[in-house]
């Protein structure tokens, strides 16, 4: 099992998805009117797909999973570049901090961030900053689930492939607990063929998560689950194996 891909409700998936494809310098892979999917690759590291799948709405609850996105001693020039992609700065009462804080063309907050060592190695995406009610809960939890190792960082406790490239997984207290609203940004990961679903369920639940059920969405190939703080995944089935 590996984290695969980053998931964005969308009301427009096309325009969202091709902002964030330059933003980070992605691959398109679908381009289709339920959704857009481009695809990070990060030398010697993870591969990451950005997904965005089509909502009636947009959302308005606060972010509980976002993007810092890799700004070091080019973030005056990076910040530039984003402005004219289609962001806009944002104030969501940051004060005077190092890093600058933007939206998205959908209004979703991300940062770009400052200089700093642990940021070595990460590719355009620095940090997926995660809303945790127990930190050192939750990352036992995600690495159990992507086998990702701790690494240094400022956030209580920070994640990383075992390559030690690409982006940190980060657990940051949470301001307000989780609400029943869906996060409009959740991660998703793929089962290889040696896994057992159900096995892997019992685990997720072992660990403080749970499997979730909406049967306004009809039966899936994949199953939706929550962390301990609320915050949504969902596993993938595994590839079919190619022929030959």
Not at 13 to 33: I, K, S
Not at 115 to 123: F, N, P, V
Not at 130 to 142: N, Q
Request: charge should be negative.
């Amino acid at each position: 099992m590996y984290l695969e891909n980053l998931v964005f409700d969308a009301v427009e998936p096309q325009r969202l998805g091709a902002f964030w494809e330059a933003a980070v310098g992605g691959q398109t892979l679908t381009d289709e009117p339920a959704g857009f999917e481009t695809r990070l690759t990060v030398e010697e590291g993870p591969v990451l797909d950005l997904c965005f799948q089509r909502v009636p709405e947009r959302p308005r609850e606060p972010l509980r999973l976002h993007l810092d996105l890799f700004g070091a001693d080019r973030q005056a020039e990076v910040v530039d570049r984003l402005l004219r992609l289609g962001a806009h700065h944002l104030d969501i009462g940051q004060g005077d901090t190092p890093w600058v804080v933007l939206a998205d063309p959908e209004g979703n907050p991300f940062c770009v961030m400052e200089e700093r060592t642990s940021y070595a190695d990460t590719g355009p995406i620095a940090a997926l900053p995660l809303s945790s009610a127990d930190p050192d809960r939750d990352a036992e939890f995600w690495a159990w689930l992507t086998g990702w190792t701790d690494v240094d960082g400022l956030a209580p406790r920070s994640l990383r492939h075992p390559s030690r490239r690409g982006p940190l997984l980060e657990m940051l207290p949470e301001s307000t607990p989780k609400t029943g609203t869906k996060n409009r940004l959740h991660l998703d990961l793929r089962l290889e063929a040696t896994d057992d679903p159900d096995g892997l369920a019992a685990g997720i639940a072992e660990r403080g998560g749970r499997e979730t059920f909406h049967p306004e969405w009809g039966e899936l190939p994949w199953r939706f689950f929550e962390d301990p703080s609320g915050n949504e995944l969902c596993l993938l089935p595994a590839r079919a194996a190619e022929p030959g």
